[in-house]
């Protein structure tokens, strides 16, 4: 949601990281993917957050009715981030293929130790958000709600963090018109709404899932 327009994006680890030799064999591994799977997350915000300082998403087009590239956008570093973003998209989907076949390999060897408690359950909330959570990013902020509107029965809070709406989400919102879009298509029927409420701090924000309704008549307020 910031106005990011060039974010300075960690490396992530190497391979030449060191491990203790009497690690658990199974532990040290999927750790690192884990971790590795937080690196990728945030590095595609913070590329998603270029895209939206340029006005832009990756279906935008990038040149003129008559061929041309447009002299209002900076094009070399849009195609340079959409190039990044789809090569980050690509290894998480193998990051999440890998979490998955070690934690089953896990299972298959571990004990009833602590220490693999710990890993299994780490492993498994990582699983269970799948890619679902890269993409469960803030996009949009409610400003106002009209009292009996379907926000407001939907239990929509000002101040609310929008990080999916339908099938909506910061990687496909096309500056807030996919959202538009999903409540025409759906006037009368449930939209799934999450957000995060609370502050912007992990530890103090709540994360919920509410059931909005549209109405024909409904100013999106």
């Known amino acids: 949601m910031d106005d990011i327009h060039t974010p300075t994006v ?5 391979s030449s990281s060191s491990r203790p030799n009497n690690a658990f064999e199974g532990k040290a591994p999927l750790m690192e993917l884990i971790s590795e799977k937080e690196r990728l997350e945030g590095e595609l915000t913070a590329l998603s957050s270029v895209l939206d300082s340029h006005g ?24 340079t981030t959409r190039a990044r ?27 009833n130790s602590v220490t693999h408690s ?12 799948s890619s679902s959570d890269a993409i ?28 999916q709406f339908g099938n909506v989400n910061w ?14 298509r759906n006037q009368g029927r449930s ?17 919920l899932q509410l059931v909005l309704v549209p109405r024909s008549d409904w100013g999106g307020r």
């Open 10 to 14: 960690p490396s992530g680890p190497t």
């Open 56 to 79: 832009v998403n990756m279906n935008t087009g990038l040149t003129t009715f008559d061929g041309f590239p447009r002299n209002d956008l900076d094009i070399a570093q849009i195609r």
């Open 85 to 111: 973003i789809i090569r980050l998209r690509n290894d998480y989907k193998g990051i999440m293929s890998q979490i998955e076949a070690g934690l089953h390999a896990h299972h298959a060897s571990s004990t």
């Open 118 to 129: 710990a890993a299994t359950g780490r492993a498994l909330s990582a699983v269970n958000g």
């Open 136 to 163: 469960g990013v803030p996009f949009a902020k409610v400003n106002s709600i009209v009292a009996g509107s379907p926000a407001s029965e939907a239990g929509l809070q000002i101040g609310d963090r929008i990080r």
């Open 171 to 184: 990687m496909n919102h096309e500056k807030l018109a996919k959202v538009a879009e999903t409540v025409q």
């Open 191 to 207: 939209i799934v709404v999450k957000i995060s409420r609370g502050d912007t701090d992990d530890q103090a924000s709540e994360e």
